[in-house]
């Protein structure tokens, strides 16, 4: 089936055959505000609000429709975000959607209609609400979440469970002299190299803090700067590295004095967030709720003044 799209916010039309996405078997979908707005929310009543959804034909049609391949993200940024779960702690795909010029390549017009429905459905008639809560970053997520859903609530967390330990982000750049007539393919072949060895001296480091540290994920390296300066090619790489204990952190920073790193930040967390999901949309009632669990140390409404400061 040919089908066609068009981005409105750019003036852009494609033509493309288009094969549906294979569904998976999800067990909830979450349809809620983005946080990943570059938007005016201020008239939007309840930033919490979600539509919770376990009807297996709404969430396979939503999925197809949703995840099928898209062409173009937006720097107006998003109006809503969307969720896919195998089940509570296990997230299928998420993904962020613009109301007003998505560009959806499978069956468009009735992936909009569907995203229309749903919208409008999010900010007249919302059946959840979703409420961060707190916890110290000493209890095990896990035991947590069991102790939550034994009492009948139901808890997701939208966090990387990586996030409760101490992290160390560093930038480190690396230049690689280019002669001044030098042609495309030396500049081409110098920019490759460069990626190379800035990669190179990047994993040295870390390699120097696994021998002292004990760090927990396998990092990525994101290239944030890169390209020609004048007689030269640069690249420069930025790496977010999780560790065990704040002792680890603090001696991963020490290993960091070399020139070549820009900058860094250190994050010590005290607490982490879990995600609850609640009919209520009276904040006393689910703190009430939750009085009796007393690691929960603070409970706000998901994107409470997380876009403060943006108007």
């Known amino acids: 089936m040919l089908l066609l799209s068009a981005c409105t916010s750019q003036n852009f039309i494609f033509t493309q055959e288009i094969k549906p996405i294979k569904k998976q078997d999800v067990r909830y979908m979450l349809f809620a505000h983005s946080s990943y707005a570059n938007l005016d929310f201020r008239h939007v009543k ?49 993904g962020c959607l613009n109301k007003e010029c998505e560009n959806f390549v499978y069956k468009p017009i009735e992936a909009q209609k569907l995203l229309t429905t ?23 997520p896990t035991d947590v979440k069991k102790e939550l859903r034994d009492k009948g609530l139901i ?23 280019v002669e001044k007539d030098a042609n495309n393919e030396t500049w081409k072949m110098a920019e ?16 120097s803090m696994r021998t002292h540290c004990k760090v927990l994920n396998e990092p990525e390296i994101f290239y944030d700067s890169q390209g020609a300066v004048l007689d030269s090619i640069t690249h420069r790489g930025t790496i977010d590295l999780f560790f065990a204990t704040e002792k680890d ?12 790193v820009e900058e860094y930040e250190i994050n010590i967390p005290k607490t982490y967030n879990l995600q609850l999901i609640d009919t209520s949309d009276n904040i006393k009632k689910v703190k009430n709720k939750l009085r009796e669990f007393k690691f929960i140390k603070k409970v706000t409404p998901y994107l409470e003044n997380y876009f403060q400061g943006d108007y």
């Not at 396979?60 to 779960?85: M, N, P, R």
């Not at 919208?119 to 409420?131: C, S």
């Not at 992290?167 to 480190?172: A, I, K, Q």
């Open 46 to 94: 309840k930033l919490n609000a979600v539509l919770f959804i376990e009807n297996k034909d709404d969430i396979d049609s939503a999925q197809v429709l949703f995840l099928t391949e898209k062409k173009f993200y937006h720097l107006c940024g998003y109006h809503y975000e969307i969720f896919f779960w195998y089940d509570s702690d296990s997230l299928y795909s998420s």
């Open 118 to 140: 749903y919208g409008k459905k999010l900010k007249t008639n919302p059946d959840h609400y979703i409420y961060a809560l707190a916890i110290p970053v000493t209890f095990s």
């Open 155 to 177: 808890v997701f967390s939208f966090e990387d469970e990586l996030n409760r330990f101490p992290r160390l982000t560093f930038s480190f750049r690396n230049n690689t002299y």
């Open 192 to 207: 490759e190299n460069n990626e190379i060895k800035t990669r190179m001296l990047i994993m040295e480091i870390v390699d």
């Open 249 to 260: 952190l603090l001696l991963a920073k020490n290993i960091l004095n070399q020139p070549k």
